[in-house]
């Protein structure tokens, strides 16, 4: 029966879609109103014959459009004598689809989701008072990030970049800065680079790079999903231009790549490489990104200064101090991410020369840099120095701007000496502050 009416279905390129099946799920498509009823009258008929039923209140109509029209109001469609009622958006294998394929339903839907998983992440995890960074970290991007990404194969080339950041970058980034223990108001460039983590997009690109890959595996008889896709890929829109783009990036020909799989095998190990590849290129473009935003805001200047040659990875001293108050100290010390008068002064936008040290009488700006050497701190300092150069000999010798980086330099187990006078500089601001 059905083949009668397989005209009215999707025509993508030798391929009719005219329905989807999947359990005991069944989308009927097609491209007119009428073509779509006669789908519907033909399913009426299947279910009479069979004595099979369906859920009428559970079965509805949605129609693809960019903009509603009055025509598509006025349209009505009937299972039997019963009117189907119609949706601007429904959830389909977890996803949800809205009229205009933006996807923006489906994304406050995940975040909705993602929050419920991630207050019980909280609840769990901050029980363990002495849990490692990295771990708490692999955890979140195992429990919580992938509810985040769900199905965004098929939705993460459609979806506006801004709408990604407003949505679920925006709440991927309120975890990360609270595994790192830092304020709202923490530069988002230094939570990534801080963590040697890039933003969500990465992670999304390469999602839709490895379903890619697997529909080229496929044997070519079953090929309904590389035929659809390589129909996709003929037209100009945003899911071809996404995919088109990835490959640019790859420097390889996306319709050569395509296409070149019926004639040879690509092994499991090439697939690797393209991935690596992938893998690095793209995590290498976000991190120049981050980098740029990080020297474009003046409160990381010094966040730069101490993490010159690397900003970006994991910083071992997150690892290394399991204090939990020290370690944060530390870290919203790096980050800008504090109540120097500095920052305080642009909260309240007063005047740069006016942010003067409340602490001593040398009339400096009250920022990180002058809290190293500040004179009210000497005591705490010359105990700290003293610490430091029984393991760096030359660090009496060395520059101011040498000095600090050595101060904040991981590999030397620095961090471990530096938190406790950043512990008391920060808890001594913190002090004047609330006082204040
Ligand atoms: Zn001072």
Redesign the pocket.
């Known amino acids: 029966m059905i083949q009668q009416i397989i005209e009215e279905g999707i025509v993508l390129g030798d391929l009719v879609v005219y329905m989807l099946l999947d359990a005991d799920d069944i989308v009927l498509i097609a491209e007119s109103p009428e073509g779509l009823q006669d789908f519907i009258n033909v399913l009426f008929d299947f279910c009479q014959q069979s004595k099979m039923e369906v859920n009428v209140g559970k079965t509805k109509i949605m129609i693809f459009e960019r903009r509603s029209s009055l025509q598509s109001q006025h349209l009505k469609f009937y299972f039997g004598d019963s009117e189907l009622e119609k949706v601007e958006q429904y959830k389909y294998l977890g996803s949800i689809f809205s009229k205009s394929l933006n996807f923006q339903e489906n994304l406050e839907n995940v975040v909705q989701k993602a929050n419920k998983a991630a207050f019980l992440f909280w609840q769990y995890i901050d029980k363990f008072q002495f849990i490692k960074v990295s771990q708490v970290l692999k955890l979140y991007e195992a429990l919580v990030v992938p509810i985040l990404l769900y199905n965004c194969e098929c939705w993460g080339p459609l979806i506006s970049e801004s709408l990604l950041e407003r949505t679920i970058e925006v709440f991927h980034r309120k975890q990360l800065k609270r595994i790192l223990l830092v304020g709202e108001k923490c530069p988002n460039a230094a939570v990534y680079l801080e963590l040697g983590k890039v933003p969500l997009m990465k992670e999304i690109k390469l999602k839709v790079l490895i379903f890619l890959l697997h529909i080229i595996r496929v044997y070519p008889e079953k090929h309904l999903c590389w035929k659809a896709f390589m129909h996709l890929m003929k037209s100009e829109n945003k899911y071809s231009n996404f995919v088109k783009s990835i490959f640019v990036g790859l420097k390889r020909n996306v319709a050569a790549f395509m296409s070149n799989f019926y004639e040879e095998f690509y092994g499991v190990e090439y697939h690797q490489g393209i991935l690596s590849q992938a893998n690095k290129i793209w995590t290498s473009e976000l991190v120049e990104q981050l980098k740029t935003k990080a020297k474009e805001n003046v409160k990381l200047k010094f966040y730069l200064k101490i993490t010159q040659d690397q900003p970006f990875g994991m910083k071992p001293y997150l690892d290394m101090i399991s204090n939990r108050n020290s370690r944060s100290y530390l870290t919203r010390f790096r980050c800008g991410s504090h109540r120097l008068n500095v920052e305080i002064g642009r909260w309240m936008r007063i005047e740069q020369l006016s942010r003067k ?4 009488t ?1 009339g ?1 700006m ?1 920022d990180e840099e ?2 190293m050497e ?3 701190f000497e005591e705490e300092r010359n105990e700290l120095y003293e610490k430091v150069q029984e393991i760096i000999p030359y660090f009496g010798e060395a520059d101011k701007q040498t000095q600090l980086k050595l101060l904040f330099c991981d590999s030397l187990g620095m961090s471990n000496l530096t938190r406790k006078y950043i512990g008391r500089v920060m808890y001594m601001v913190n002090k004047n502050f609330e006082n204040k």
Request: aromatic share 16%.
């Open positions: 040290c409340r602490f001593c040398s400096q009250e002058h809290m500040c004179s009210f």
